[in-house]
């Protein structure tokens, strides 16, 4: 079965600095890649999707996403962190004949004025 | 907002009571999930239908949990006999043509 580990829980960073989030994962085949955010109380919002392809992709809100199969990775990137994507990421793995997506635990991202 | 919508928004029970959840998916697509999340994890998948038939519903955490979804468009969520161990956010999401899920805000459950 399909797991996945953000190996940080909490990251903290000043708001203008650059951001990485890591996300491994762990599936027989090739996965279908996902990050999502979620702000306090709130629902998740999907930030990219990695279904096949160009192993860099481009999200919502100036995210990017590199898979590395060799690392079994997905990590998710920002080259300037603004004081609004203060929030909790979530990276989650699933495929289209599968229908059970596992979610990572989280990390929590604090932005420093 | 994604498009799909839950109603409540909170829901504050006390222990052995009932409770139901709605989800309204967005129209155009037919796969629905439901989800659990408690403080400090992501979601736990629950059950999930195509249109109106539930393809899986093993990983319902007990027979106290049941979800229907009658007509293909909306579903409920409904858990019987309430404990203190099933306060948590209950997300529902629907799936597009190539798999990524959309989530609603959620339903906030806790139980006294």
């Known amino acids: 079965a399909q797991s996945v580990t953000q190996p940080d829980i909490h990251i903290t960073v000043s708001e203008g600095a650059s951001l990485e989030l890591r996300c491994n994962y762990s599936?027989?085949?090739?996965?279908?890649l996902f990050w999502y955010v979620q702000s306090p109380g709130q629902g998740l919002q999907l930030l990219l999707k990695?279904?096949?392809?160009?192993?860099l992709v481009q999200g919502i809100k100036g995210f990017e996403a590199e898979f590395k199969r060799s690392q079994s990775s997905f990590n998710l990137r920002k080259p300037s962190v603004h004081w609004s994507d203060a929030a909790e990421y979530f990276c989650?793995?699933?495929?289209?004949?599968?229908?059970?997506?596992?979610f990572g635990a989280g990390t929590r991202l604090t932005v420093k004025p | 907002d994604t498009g799909v919508s839950q109603n409540p928004r909170h829901k504050i029970t006390k222990r052995g009571q009932n409770v139901t959840f709605r989800c309204d998916p967005i129209?155009?697509?037919?796969?629905l999930y439901w989800y659990r999340q408690t403080l400090g994890q992501g979601p736990e998948f629950l059950t999930y239908?195509?249109?109106?038939?539930?393809?899986?519903k093993s990983r319902l955490l007990s027979d106290r949990f049941s979800a229907e979804r009658p007509k293909g468009s909306f579903s409920t969520l409904e858990i019987q006999r309430t404990e203190q161990g099933d306060s948590a956010m209950y997300l529902c999401?629907?799936?597009?043509?190539?798999?990524?899920?959309?989530f609603g805000p959620g339903t906030r459950l806790l139980v006294l």
């Open positions: 989650a793995v699933g495929a289209t004949g599968n229908n059970d997506m596992r």
């Open positions: 599936y027989g085949a090739t996965p279908y």
């Open positions: 990695y279904f096949s392809g160009d192993t």
């Open positions: 129209s155009e697509h037919n796969r």
């Open positions: 239908f195509q249109n109106e038939a539930q393809l899986e």
């Open positions: 999401a629907t799936k597009d043509r190539l798999g990524a899920q959309y």
